[in-house]
């Protein structure tokens, strides 16, 4: 009987194939953080890096810079701040949306979500929450619903 190994090891640490076993590979969801406020992209990246099945693979300040980094980039997901210095979190969703449709982005932001996740919505998010109620579960459970919509 063979039996399946899913691993998330990087290449030099997976043992070679033994027999009866199948050896399949995951590779992790990747995530940009975009938010002017280091001290939140650093909490959003323990957040993502205590997820399992997750990678941050950049960060952006700003909202020019982070549509410039997803194109660059092209994570999976992005993290996206609604207030930042130059274009806000909604024009930042619609333009990576309509460069990279495959690309999910959820907006953060200390605001209620009852006033703006019809906005972040609209602009091609898959939800909108508080920082506050953004957890490693919080994040698996919006990705696994993210691809079930799809």
Do not use: C
Not at 91 to 111: C, D, F, K, N, Y
Request: no cysteine; net charge negative.
């Amino acid at each position: 009987m063979e039996a399946l190994l899913l691993a998330r090891l990087p290449s030099r640490l997976r043992p070679g194939p033994s027999p009866g076993i199948l050896l399949a590979v995951t590779s992790p969801v990747t995530v940009l953080i975009v938010d002017d406020q280091a001290p939140f992209r650093d909490v959003a990246r323990l957040v993502v890096d205590m997820a399992d099945g997750f990678e941050v693979v950049g960060e952006a300040n700003d909202g020019t810079t982070g549509v410039s980094a997803a194109s660059d980039l092209r994570p999976a997901l992005v993290l996206m701040d609604l207030n930042m210095p130059d274009i806000d979190g909604f024009e930042a969703t619609r333009r990576i949306r309509a460069q990279l449709p495959e690309t999910r982005v959820l907006m953060l932001s200390t605001h209620d979500p009852a006033d703006y996740r019809d906005q972040a919505l609209a602009a091609g998010a898959i939800d909108f929450m508080t920082k506050s109620s953004f957890d490693p579960v919080v994040l698996e459970d919006t990705w696994a619903g993210a691809l079930s919509d799809s």
